[in-house]
């Protein structure tokens, strides 16, 4: 197990380490040559579900980047295959699946499955988490699941979508069977959150990458509760991160329960620390539009979060939202080497 004073964890209970703490969402991934060597001839799903290809997946961008934090090689749905529901990626799509809920039988029919066949079924997930754990040393890895809108969002839509209109639909002409969808979904992530927690991930994050379709009152009502059970039965350091979800930030600290807010690129983070309180550290916030702008620009666009960042109790530096996948590596190492310089000049 890392140490506590490794600088993510200390920055997850509020303290200033000397290093500000760097890791990318969708580190692991598409930006990396190694990475599309590695998953040629193999499903996203496959690759997942394959122990030590998902534990190398993980491990690449921390030995290429030098970040402070794993982030565990997964995808979203991957619970719910887990709890035998029948879903692929497809490639330039995104998750599809065979059977869509979208009516009260098809919530009962769902609902019906025990989350506890995601805990049954996680050996690989929780045997790739003990490979890369043997291997990270003191560095944390950070486990992750999909917030409860955000699956139901894929689920009820049969696949992506620009609006989600079928999921915000069920919110408000079936309630009940929505409570009872996203109550499930719910249980799902958190039983997915706990086999890596248990098997050795540092921390967790739960992304809702959907939030931002949601009217504030709207999300209070119909997400927020639910992404709390999610996350409520983890003992583990928190974050909670949602795209667009500016308009209603101060919730996304599920009223305490989580220890940083995952904060996307249009919300500056010193404005943020003044809407979250002194209670919660920051998370984030580069915008992933200015990976390919010339370095100096970048650099400046850099040291403007840090600075903004020192306006909360502690911050943990990462993007607004995951590394696209035309993301030039080389610039990432860069990003990470400046926040570290920057640090010690300050020293």
């Known amino acids: 197990m890392p140490s506590s004073d490794a600088p993510l964890l200390r920055a997850l209970r509020g303290d200033r380490p000397d290093r500000t703490p760097v890791w990318f969402m969708r580190q692991a991934g598409r ?82 499955i025990d989350p506890e066949e995601v805990t049954a079924a996680a050996g690989p997930i929780r045997e790739a988490v003990r490979i890369v754990t043997a291997e990270l040393g003191d560095t944390p890895l950070i486990g992750f699941a999909g917030a409860p809108f955000t699956l139901a969002a894929y689920l009820v839509e049969g696949g992506p979508s620009k609006e989600h209109l079928r999921a915000r639909a069920m919110m408000h002409a079936e309630p009940a069977s929505w409570t009872r969808l996203a109550d499930w979904l719910a249980r799902v992530s958190a039983a997915f959150l706990r086999a890596q927690v ?26 927020m509760p639910h992404a709390r059970r999610a996350l409520e039965g983890v003992d583990a350091p928190r974050i909670h991160f949602g795209v667009g979800a500016g308009p209603f930030l101060a919730d996304l600290r599920l009223e305490g329960l989580a220890d940083a807010v995952g904060v996307d690129w249009r919300v500056p983070l010193d404005e ?68 570290h310089a920057q640090d010690a000049s300050r020293a």
Do not use: K
Not at 204 to 223: E, K
Not at 289 to 310: C, E, K, N, S
């Open 272 to 339: 943020a620390a003044a809407i979250l309180g002194p209670d919660t550290t920051v998370q984030g916030n580069v915008d992933p539009a200015l990976l390919g702008a010339p370095i100096d620009v970048l650099l400046a666009h850099v040291d403007d979060v840090l600075a903004r960042g020192r306006a909360a109790r502690a911050h943990i530096f990462n993007l607004g939202h995951g590394v696209p996948p035309e993301t030039d590596p080389d610039v990432l190492s860069r990003i990470v080497a400046h926040v």
């Open 31 to 112: 930006s990396l040559p190694e990475y599309r060597e590695l998953r040629v001839g193999t499903r996203m799903l496959d690759a997942c579900l394959t122990p030590d290809l998902a534990a190398e997946i993980t491990l690449q961008p921390v030995r290429r980047h030098g970040v402070d934090a794993a982030i565990f090689f997964s995808d979203i749905v991957i619970p719910l295959r887990l709890a035998g529901i029948a879903v692929e990626i497809e490639p330039g799509r995104g998750p599809v699946f065979a059977d869509p809920v979208r009516t009260v039988a098809d919530v009962d029919r769902i609902t019906a």
């Open 198 to 223: 248990e098997a050795g991930a540092a921390a967790v994050q739960l992304f809702d990458s959907w939030a931002g379709s949601l009217a504030p009152a709207v999300y209070r009502r119909h997400a």
